[in-house]
């Protein structure tokens, strides 16, 4: 399934925001690492977020980018991997869409035009899945602890952003987004550039 690397902005004495301490701590504790190149103590600065996005698209195959403004964290990262000479995949949007407007300018700059996994794949030289280690990645909503049914359900089966899922269940946003990191850590989930969240 892979760990998760997260990247701060500050050091990593100070994780940013504060309610993400648990959610560092689990990382650590399921496999993945943080990692930082400021200072342990390092303050937090909005001005860091930016220029760590290098590091981000340097220790990737490749950037998926699923919908960004015109100018965005993600298109930040996006543009950084052109000059790594990173992969880049865009999902289309309609013309009309603010948050289409950077994948769209993205795609006219020679990301890769994506609809499906299979297209990544393809790009990246990655032969299919084998249907055994595809199925692993199906759970079934059955399976999912209680607690977090509801909001598993109202993912659905497309990348859905955390005010969608407010909306759906009427659950305040800081429950949904303990929640959302909940079913991560467990694998039931998984976050896309922009915070979408998708099944796994």
Known sequence: ???????????????????????????????????SEYPNDAEVKMSNFPKRNRIISAISEGILVIEAKYRSGSTITA??????????????????????????KLIQKGAKLVINVEDIFSELGIKK???????????????VPKEYKEIYKA????P??????????????QEVSQKLTMLEIKEYIRVLPGDMFVKV
Request: glycine share 10%; proline share 3%; aromatic share 6%.
């Open 1 to 35: 399934m892979g760990n998760t690397i997260a990247v701060l902005g500050s050091g990593i004495n100070n994780i940013y925001p504060k309610e993400n301490l648990k959610l560092a701590n689990d990382i650590i504790e399921n496999g993945g690492c943080i990692i």
């Open 79 to 104: 543009n950084l991997g052109f000059k790594q000479g990173k992969k880049v995949f865009c999902l289309p949007s309609n013309i009309d869409s603010k948050l289409g407007v950077g994948t769209n």
């Open 129 to 143: 899945l084998r249907e055994d280690i595809v199925q692993k990645w199906k759970y079934e909503e059955k399976n």
């Open 155 to 158: 993912i659905g089966n497309s």
């Open 160 to 173: 859905t952003d955390i005010n969608t899922i407010c909306y759906k269940t009427n659950i305040p946003i």
